[in-house]
């Protein structure tokens, strides 16, 4: 047994099942940029940026020292009773990146789960309304708020219900498949219908708190909207007195080569989710919004004890100055460029290649049985992933069928170059047939 194997032996007798979705073996020793090293010494490049929470890449000095120079100051004081410098910094510094002409305020918490539970409590008690609504196939954590606003996995479901009331989902404007896995996408009027059905039968429009996007649904196969459905949905929302809230807890802080996501549309949300790879990878999420409504509750309505611990508030400062120092956010948009400008040809090239999209280094490849029906191959997409692993590149697949192709910020031209190879080579490599031996039981979403 190598060591891998004997850490993933070891791991399954002590690490419970719910908290990983396996897919090949990599028992990671070490990173730097976007590079990462196993515990037998041999080196991949990484496009999954540990489930984007590694934007600024594995390590980086910069990040890595500011948390050193804190821990040596002091590791905690809860902001639940006293003040530190870190803190005030990061959430002065979220109120400047984060979209809004209004005047902000943020809160802090430890997962983007946990800050998705925080618009559930700050929607119904600024709006005094129980309902919430969102997506169907989102993710937006693992709590019971978070969870019950996600609709992606019966395994999130089962065995553990009832959910919390009052959550209702309606579908994503996919500007790729249509509802329920129609060959063409809807119209706005279509992907709306639901949701004017609902208000006009079952939810009073009146009595919705907030409705929950997630600008590009990323676990739920990066999907892309159709154009102006946000702009229609604000509408909708400012009619009835809606607060709309956007979780950008993947999507956020460079990944499609802004701060935000929301930046690519015509919206202004009242309250905006971060987490991720805010304090670089340290546990970290940030409710950020109008302040009128983040100052509605009195404590302790949300607060966590060890939140916004100075650590994390370094790390997170660092991340961000990394990212403004070396132009990150425009980084991501070239860099998002170059690779679709090799992408965008494979849909053509290849017939498994349904569709390729995405904004900046957020990008979803479609992989398909059938190009004109759209029929996912979630096995397919597995054994490409399996390949890519093989080679040296570590891909997984999302909503069964999707590549997700999400690198660090600072992965370099020529990373890019040797990731694309191997991924081609792996698709050319299934459609020859030359994968049809890969194993793939139990992997995946
Ligand atoms: C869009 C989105 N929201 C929320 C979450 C949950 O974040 P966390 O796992 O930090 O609780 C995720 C995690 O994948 C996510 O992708």
Redesign the pocket.
Known sequence: MNKSEQLINEDSKYFAKPGRIKYYPLAISHGYGATLVDVEGKTYIDLLSS?SSQNVGHAPKQVTDAIKAQVDQFIHYTPAYMYHEPLVKLAKKICEIAPGSYEKRVLFGL????A?DGIVKLARAYTGRPYIISFINA????TYG?LSMSAISLNMRKHYGPMLPGFYHIPFPDNYRGMFEHQNPNTIEEYLAPLKEMFEKYVPADEVACIMI?TIQ??GGLLEPVDGYFETLQDLCQTHGILLAV?D??QGLGRTGYWSSVSHYNIEPDLITF??SLAGGLPM?AIVGRSEIMDYLDAPAHLFTTGANPVSCEAALATISMIEDQNLLQASTDKGHYVRKRLNQWPEKYKSVGNVRGKGLSIGIDIVSDKIKKVRDPEAALKICNCCYDNGVVIIAVAGNVLRFQPPLVITYDQLDTALNVLEAAIQDFETGKLDNYDIAGQGW
């Open positions: 489930a997962s983007g789960s946990d998705n993710y937006h954590g693992s978070s997630e990323g676990d979780d807890i993947q987490g991720k999420s």
